[in-house]
């Protein structure tokens, strides 16, 4: 008997779930051509087979037959062909670079937010990209904006928008849907920054997580903003959600010296720890701040919730009957936060990144907006537009949006996605995830010199840190500690010798089992005096490939705990 079988009944994976993820993995992950035929293609076949088997990134590779002068023109080749070549067989170069990618398929893979797309996500990727829809505007897309915008309906009606004056796009990924969130609240708050850019009388500060993606930077950055002095990075709780009293402190000095606060950037799921922010409370905080200092155009709320967003699946979910027999260990989690994604409907606009928890492929993501009027306020003068029928520049988001040409590539898969799996797929699929990540977190208490970086986030991430069971007997005191004191320089050795312990765990296991990866920023130590904190690093697990099981886990757990047994004596 595994493990798994004899854990709490809390933790098992019910009978009715079983046969549901059981039925999901053998209809849309299988890449079966007997369901999916365009699999038959002998090209896509032969990929297939050479990926069929769970290998690491180094076998895939040195078991490629004849494989070694492939690597090498790969690696070398600089010159085009000179004459045509005929149709027929695979090209050998486009088979090798495809099945010595990374091998999402495998079982064993757990990095980052990363998904398995599903078959009818690639399925529709392909006849999107074969249709070449182009969404820059109606006159080269035609259905293909209909399709966009029926996904767009719905996910407003899933959040709880008004789905008549909610709008969105599809753009080239969560780092755009996110920049889109900074320049809704550029465009409104200072007004003729579409002309002069952000110039010198301009008074403003930006806001934003300290947790957040690296993109509530850097997008930014690409704006032209100032993000040295210009960007405040809001302070965290100890459940890495901004810190609602060092917002209004930082709000309430903007409004003071009348400076405007074009955007709030906030986080509901960090892709580290899934940390989720509060919408609401921020909402009512600006509201009244608006008030009280008489401020012209409120900021605008974007949330990042690239990661999170799959979470709006369950917003109304029947808990108390649990039809799809999601086990005890996850619903409490998963009720909590279904309660604080019920908030995203307060937010301005948001990211919704389906080549994440939606199992579609790269790239399919969309900028949400409350209001379409947001849109409005990003159009350029007509005038520039010169090429395309004025009738269509003015009815469509030519003139707002920041690319040109934009693929639908990512509108079909994503519709794919929704109609194949549907409510109940996707449903089960995040369950599935979210039951792996809180057996994973059972578990790890079960082995010495473990803990876990933030047990009470309940999401599909999970960030633990592993210290050496020989001289630290209390792993929990031992990153308490950490938190504590390790901003502190005379406890940073400290702090970077257990680091040093972890990280050298982790390369000599190497990808075995399940392939984690060590993320630098896990947790942060509390506040010193000075406001800093120092960053602490940890080695993280994401559970969103349905392939993932629990004995899986118990696997890996054999290998961490028999390796710390062993560094213990
Ligand atoms: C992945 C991620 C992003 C960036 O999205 P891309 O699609 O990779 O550009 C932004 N924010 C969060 C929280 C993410 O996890």
């Known amino acids: 008997m595994s493990f798994h079988q004899s854990a709490g009944d809390e933790f098992k994976v019910r009978p009715g779930f079983k046969s549901r993820i059981d039925a999901i993995r053998a209809n849309y992950f299988s890449r079966d051509p007997n369901l999916w035929p365009f699999y038959r293609d002998p090209g896509l076949a032969r990929y297939l087979e050479l990926i069929g088997v769970p290998k690491t990134q180094e076998e895939l590779v040195a078991d490629y037959p004849g494989g070694a002068p492939l690597r090498e023109r790969l690696q070398t080749d600089s010159d085009i062909p000179a004459t045509m070549r005929a149709p027929g067989d695979v090209e050998p170069m486009l088979l090798y670079a495809a099945s010595t990618s990374k091998q999402w398929n495998n079982p064993a893979s757990a990095e980052n937010v990363v998904t398995l797309p599903c078959d009818p996500a690639i399925y529709g990727a392909l006849l999107g990209v074969t249709a070449n829809a182009n969404l820059v505007c109606r006159e080269y897309s035609e259905s293909a904006e209909d399709l966009e915008k029926l996904i767009v309906r719905r996910i407003a009606k899933l959040v709880g928008y008004d789905v008549e004056r909610a709008d969105g796009i599809f753009t080239q990924g969560g780092t755009f849907c996110n920049m889109y969130g900074y320049l809704f609240g550029i465009r409104k708050s200072l007004k003729n920054s579409i002309k002069n850019g952000f110039d010198k009388t301009n008074n403003y500060r930006f806001i934003c997580s300290q947790g957040g993606h690296y993109s509530n930077n850097t997008a930014l950055a690409v704006l032209g903003a100032n993000i040295e002095e210009k960007n405040l990075k809001i302070k965290m709780d100890a459940e890495n959600r901004v810190d609602l009293r060092d917002l209004e402190e930082k709000l309430v000095a903007c409004f003071r010296l009348k400076c405007a606060v074009p955007t709030i950037m906030l986080t509901m799921g960090t892709t580290d720890t899934f940390g989720v922010d509060c919408v609401k409370p921020t909402r009512d905080l600006v509201d009244r701040l608006c008030r009280e200092f008489e401020v012209e155009t409120p900021p605008h709320i974007h949330v990042d919730s690239a990661v999170g967003w799959a979470i709006l699946f369950f917003l109304d979910y029947d808990f108390d009957a649990n039809p799809l027999e999601i086990n005890d260990a996850t619903i409490v989690g998963l009720r ?234």
């Open 336 to 569: 909590r936060h279904v309660e604080l994604f019920r908030q995203l409907k307060y937010a301005d606009s948001f990211a919704v990144d389906f080549h994440k928890w939606g199992y579609a492929p790269y790239a399919s993501s969309l900028v949400m907006v409350k209001d379409r009027a947001s849109f409005k306020a990003l159009e350029h003068d007509p005038e520039q537009f010169s090429y395309f029928e004025r009738s269509q520049a003015e009815r469509f988001h030519l003139q707002s949006t920041i690319e040109a040409s934009r693929s639908a590539t990512g509108v079909f898969a994503a519709y794919a996605a929704l109609e194949y799996l549907g409510m109940e797929g996707y449903r089960t699929l995040i369950a599935h995830s979210l039951q792996n990540a809180s057996y994973f977190c059972k578990r790890l208490s079960d082995v010495p010199g473990a803990t876990l970086l933030a047990p009470h986030n309940d999401g599909p991430c999970v960030t633990f840190r592993l210290y050496d069971p020989g001289k630290v007997s209390s792993p929990k005191e031992e990153l308490a500690f950490e938190l504590r004191h390790g901003a502190k320089e005379e406890n940073r050795s400290r702090l970077a010798n257990n680091t040093a312990y972890h990280r050298n765990d982790f390369l000599e296991r190497g990808k075995s089992i399940l392939y984690t990866n060590w993320v630098e920023y896990a947790a942060h130590t509390d506040y010193d005096e000075r406001n800093a904190c120092a960053r602490i690093p940890g080695e993280k697990a994401v559970f969103f490939n349905p392939l993932i099981d629990p004995e899986r886990i118990d696997a890996f757990f054999n290998l961490l705990i028999s390796r710390q047994n062993r560094a213990k004596s």
